[in-house]
Each structure stands twice: as structure tokens, then as C-alpha cells.
């Protein structure tokens, strides 16, 4: 089911389109049924994915390849054809109304939706990794958890849509990592959804027009370490 806060915020259109929406009804989608985020294929598990090929969906199914690694969390996947709009019509619109993939829907609790990778990020930590493999505990590890929170906002709302951008982000990153292995926690850090968030960005750099990342030393090493995890294949294979 399509959670009630996404319909308020579309408000009538689609709560009427909900009532009126059958299988065959739906243009572009005659085998998809919204009322119940059903598609061809599904196994009914816990989650439902809509993704698509690129750095935002691939996070997301990276922390959803881990948390099946460390604890056998299934989850169904629906391609978005980006190419075809499919993002902008309006069930779709009722999950995320921004239109953007990646979005999430959890059928444990009845249907919930949740968009903004980052957001999918915290939100799959707190409630799926419950012995916090991938993250910090708010209240036990608080200062951890904030500066986890800091890495994901920082990455998010990272605008590298030019190369002299994304080669000023990369500089963060090279002297953020010039002593440890991951972006948070004591020590040399530890692997948590803060480089889970940001390292598709980062292993997409020839994407961005950075042909190699020779200049960033520790982040290339940040970079090659992370994707040599079997997760993170199965991830970017989504
Ligand atoms: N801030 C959003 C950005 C999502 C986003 O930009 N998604 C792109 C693909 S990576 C998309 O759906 N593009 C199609 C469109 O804008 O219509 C997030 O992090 O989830």
C-alpha cells in the first residue's frame, strides 16, 4: 500500500487515482498495480526498491546487498526506464514526488515510502541494522553518528556538475582520508553508509570528466578498497 503521508502530500489527484487505479488502468504500467506496489516477479519481501543504473540508486543497493550479506534481508527491485519518465508519472509521483530515483518502500511497515538516498540510507540503518554493522548508534555512539550524518549530507547536497567542482570535492575527501580508511568513526575509521553514500559518486569519477584518480591518493585507495567488496559488486549490478 502507498503510505498515507505520500498521499497527503499529493493530495486529491491522487488519492482519487489511487481509488480508481486497476492493473489495466494505469497507462505505460498495464501489469503493475499501485494500490499494492506489486510487479511482475516480486517475492514480496520486507522491501521494494525502484532504482535505476546510476550513483544514487546504486548506493542505496549496495546497503541493501550488505544488509543481505550480514543478515539475509531480501528485497524486490523495480527498474525505472529514467529514459521513458516512468519517474514522473503519477504512482510513482505518490512514492517520491520528486520524481528522482531512487525510492524505497518498506511492506513491514504497511507500505511506508521513503526518497533522497541519503534519507533511504538512515532509514534502512535504523530499522534493518540492528547491530549497527554499518552505522553508529545515535544514542550510544552520538558523536560518531553525527559526523556519519555530516559525510551523508555533505555528499548529497555535493553539486559536481563541473570538473573544477568535483576535483575541489575530491580534495575533501584525499585530506579527509589521508590517515584513515573510512570517512567516520575512531581510528582508521569504520565502513559505514557514509562511504556507502558517497563512493558511487567517486567510482563514477570518468562520468564527471576525471579520466583517473591518480592525484588523490588516499582516495583512490578509499575508492578501490571499497568496491573490491562482494556487496558492492552485487550492488552496482542492480
Ligand atoms: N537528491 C536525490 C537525487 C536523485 C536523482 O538525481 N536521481 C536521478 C538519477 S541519479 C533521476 O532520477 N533522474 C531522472 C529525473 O530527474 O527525471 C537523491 O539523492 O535521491
Redesign the pocket.
Known amino acids: 500500500m502507498i503510505s498515507t503521508p505520500a498521499l497527503r502530500r499529493l493530495g486529491p489527484i491522487v488519492r482519487s487515482f489511487r481509488l480508481q487505479s486497476t492493473a489495466a488502468s494505469v497507462p505505460g504500467a498495464p501489469d503493475f498495480n499501485p494500490s499494492q506496489n506489486v510487479h511482475p516477479g516480486d517475492t514480496q519481501a520486507p522491501l521494494l526498491l525502484y532504482t535505476?543504473g546510476?550513483?544514487?540508486?546504486r548506493k542505496v543497493a549496495v546497503l541493501l546487498e550488505e544488509l543481505k550479506v550480514a543478515r539475509g534481508l531480501q528485497y524486490d527491485v523495480h527498474k525505472i526506464t529514467?529514459s521513458k519518465?516512468e519517474?514522473?508519472e503519477p504512482w510513482f509521483l505518490a512514492l517520491n514526488p520528486?520524481?528522482?530515483?531512487?525510492a524505497l518502500v518498506d511492506r513491514n511497515r504497511g507500505g511506508f515510502a521513503v526518497?533522497?538516498?541519503?534519507a533511504i540510507l538512515v532509514y534502512l540503518a535504523q530499522h534493518y541494522d540492528v547491530g549497527r554493522m554499518f552505522a553508529f548508534d545515535p544514542a550510544r555512539e552520538p558523536e560518531a553518528y553525527s559526523e556519519m550524518l555530516q559525510w551523508v549530507f555533505w555528499a548529497?547536497s555535493a553539486h559536481a556538475r563541473y570538473t573544477d567542482e568535483t576535483e575541489r570535492l575530491y580534495g575533501v575527501l584525499e585530506m579527509r582520508l589521508a590517515d584513515r580508511d573510512h570517512l567516520v568513526g575512531p581510528g582508521r575509521g569504520k565502513y559505514t553508509i557514509a562511504d556507502i553514500n558517497a563512493h558511487p559518486w567517486v567510482a563514477g569519477h570518468k562520468w564527471a570528466g576525471v579520466e583517473s584518480l591518480d592525484r588523490w591518493p588516499n582516495m583512490k585507495r578509499w575508492v578501490e578498497g571499497i568496491a573490491e567488496r562482494p556487496a558492492v559488486q552485487a550492488g552496482f549490478a542492480v
Not at 546510476?54 to 540508486?57: E, Q
Not at 526518497?115 to 541519503?118: K, Q, Y
Request: charge should be positive; proline fraction near 11%; hydrophobic fraction near 25%.
Open positions: 535505476a546510476t550513483p544514487n540508486g529514467l519518465n519517474q514522473k520528486n520524481g528522482r530515483i531512487p526518497f533522497e538516498s541519503g548529497v
